[in-house]
């Protein structure tokens, strides 16, 4: 195990590194300053705001620069608001989109197995053609028109929660459940197919055979085991949740990263989009490792095997 | 010990052999592979009409490049923002009326539009006839997911090909490759595509193609992987043939029920990318529309014209369900093992 997690941190850094690379050059390619109202400056003036940014030096040491700094938290000086750092922009506006991201998570996923694990109990009657109806509807039905919806209907209509805007907990609500029927409907279905899987096999027939209840069977043996590899969803679930992050703060100007990401790139602030690229993707690395982790720690014949592949 | 039993010879009587010649026969046609799959979909009720829900949209989408309604970008300020009107219809909604200031006015008159001019859908906030302007932007975004998913399908198929024939160190090298593609998110590589190639049709395309081949190569190594231990394999090996022969004579129609099934899935996925960039706001750019930017324009005052924004929304929800039935039942159809 030790050696695994050796392995996989040299790839995450590895990995990192050619993301930063790749970011950095590609940035370096396209076009645009920080200058505003470039043509009223003078050329003097116009290098010493470059300079003031960095930007005089050869491409090579900027790079060497950037790379520094990012592994030490800086990300250089936003081009959209001049004088703010990239990092402080971040971190300032991380503490929104983890809310919303883990909330969503949490009020996707547990449902979701619930729901999935209903579906396959009560396998081709009512109750699993209706889950099977809801989940096609989420998988389909993309976020931010979900959002829109929600926000016209609950928020307009029937006036329950906020429209828009960042507050308490009410203006987390809506944002919240458009970002989590993706999740919901992907681990519904992924664990409905786990389960319908696991309530065919030997040892559930066994399980009954020695007279354990039907929930005890369901509890202990069946769900259980569909649950390990729906472990292995999270990571693509955390992608999705980023993804909608960014349109749906957007939809309901939250105060986040995504929302911030959208901007810069609309007003081609360079060094925030590159930091942002980073932060997702170093957000998704973690997350890809930590579900790998588990799911070794909590599948036996993947721990016994010592994961070698 | 038992007794002898002496039988006669004429105790037995020959059958007539003419009568059981085709005893061993088989009666039912041969079927191909397709055939046998589409038995198999003609079976799935909700496949078969998301099916046919996806063969009217996409006859309605590309078929109003002939025959519009209105022209989709003919502007007309002095018609902008009517409701729906339906000839005959009084229903609210559908009968050319809005509510304004607590009051049902019918803004077609106040528009001072002529008795017989009506919008089926409404009108933008530019005069732009919404039902033409779904249509293309309906056409638009089919027609990105498309070619998206084709070039992704020959990037993905190609690639996951030549890393599982290959193995050994260049297959590893390959799949580091794709390892690390796969851990930044796919809307980032998009996006950063997007901002080199400038947004356009053509960028957006190809930024959604460049970003989501890596499944599809991954599942068609796995794939290779298996094919080529084959014995079909091995023998085309012995008989001298080329590997590029072996791959379209042999792995390529072992593998297109992958290919098939993938393909299914990567169009909605894509159809959903364009969306999403163009609302917003690095997608289609003006005066291109697509069922994205609709949506945005429509998100813009849905709080007083809100038929701007359902019509989009449903046609778009529409299609996403009807593609991830209709691959579902693909799926179910070309692989009855696969669980699902």
């Known amino acids: ?309 | 010990m038992a007794d002898e039993v002496k039988l006669p010879a004429d105790s037995f009587e020959p059958l007539d052999k003419s009568k059981h010649l085709d005893s061993e026969k088989i009666a039912a046609p041969n079927l191909t592979f397709m055939q046998d799959a589409w038995r198999r979909l003609k079976k799935n009720k909700s496949a078969i009409i998301a099916m046919i829900i996806l063969i009217i949209f996409f006859v309605l989408a590309f078929g109003s490049a002939f025959f519009s309604p209105h022209n989709p970008n003919a502007v007309n300020p002095q018609l902008a923002n009517l409701p729906p009107k339906w000839p005959g219809v009084n229903i609210n909604g559908l009968n050319g009326t809005l509510v304004q200031a607590g009051s049902r006015v019918n803004a077609y008159q106040a528009a001072g539009a002529g008795a017989g001019v009506h919008y089926w859908l409404g009108t933008d906030y530019l005069g732009r006839d919404m039902l033409s302007r779904i249509l293309f932007g309906t056409r638009i975004s089919l027609t990105v997911a498309i070619v998206a998913t084709a070039v992704d399908l020959l990037i993905g198929v190609t690639f996951g090909l030549f890393s599982g024939w290959k193995g050994g160190w260049v297959d590893n090298f390959m799949q580091r490759v794709i390892e690390i593609i796969m851990s930044i998110p796919t809307l980032v590589v998009v996006v950063l595509l997007i901002l080199i190639l400038k947004p356009g049709m053509s960028s957006i395309t190809l930024a959604i193609a460049f970003s989501s081949w890596t499944t599809m190569a991954r599942l068609i190594r796995a794939q290779t992987l298996e094919l080529k231990e084959q014995e079909y394999v091995l023998a085309a090996k012995t008989l001298g043939e080329s590997s590029i022969k072996i791959a379209f004579k042999h792995l390529l129609p072992n593998l297109s029920s992958i290919i098939i099934i993938q393909t299914m899935f990567t169009i909605p996925s894509a159809i959903f990318f364009e969306a999403f960039l163009s609302f917003v706001g690095i997608g289609i750019s003006a005066p291109q529309a697509s069922l994205g930017t609709l949506l945005n324009d429509g998100q813009k005052n849905f709080q007083f014209l809100p038929y701007q924004m359902w019509y989009p929304a449903i046609v778009l929800s529409v299609i996403m369900i009807a593609f991830n039935i209709f691959a579902d039942g693909l799926r179910d159809a070309f692989d009855p093992q696969t669980k699902g």
Not at chain 1, 39 to 67: A, C, E
Not at chain 1, 153 to 165: C, M, R, S, T
Not at chain 1, 271 to 276: K, Q
């Open chain 1, 1 to 309: 195990m030790a050696k695994y997690l050796v392995k996989r941190i040299f790839y995450l850094l590895l990995t990192l590194f050619i993301v930063i690379t790749v970011t950095f050059f590609l940035m370096k390619l396209l076009p645009g300053t920080p200058l505003q109202n470039q043509q009223k400056l003078s050329p003097s003036q116009q290098h010493l705001i470059l300079k003031q940014y960095g930007l005089t030096k050869p491409v090579w040491q900027q790079y060497l620069i950037y790379v520094g700094g990012v592994f030490q938290g800086n990300f250089g000086t936003s081009f959209q608001f001049s004088d703010q750092p990239v990092s402080y922009l971040i971190s300032s506006r991380i503490g929104p989109s983890l809310l919303l991201g883990i909330q969503a998570m949490i009020i996707g996923v547990i449902p979701g197995i619930l729901v999935g694990a209903l579906g396959a109990i009560k396998k081709n009657t009512w109750v699993d053609t209706t889950t099977t109806i809801v989940s096609i509807l989420g998988i389909s039905i993309p976020s931010f028109v979900l959002a829109v919806l929600l926000q016209y209907f609950v928020g307009l209509k029937l006036q329950w929660f906020p429209i828009a805007d960042w507050g308490g907990f009410s203006y987390t609500v809506l944002p919240t459940i458009a970002l989590a029927a993706s999740p919901f409907a992907d681990t519904a279905r992924f664990t409905r197919t786990e389960m319908v899987d696991v309530l065919n096999s030997d040892y559930i027939e066994l399980a009954r055979a020695k007279g354990l209840s039907k929930w005890g069977v369901i509890y202990h043996h069946a769900l259980r085991n569909s649950l390990i590899p729906v472990v292995t969803i999270m990571g693509p679930l955390a992608v999705n949740i980023m993804t909608g992050s960014m349109v749906i703060e957007n939809i309901f100007s939250i105060p986040g990263i995504g929302e911030q990401f959208v901007k810069s790139i609309l007003t081609n602030d360079y060094p925030t989009i590159m930091a942002v690229t980073i932060v997702y993707s170093v957000m998704l690395m973690v997350v890809l490792l930590i579900t790998d982790i588990v799911y070794g720690i909590i599948d036996p014949r993947i721990r016994i095997s010592g994961k070698s592949n």
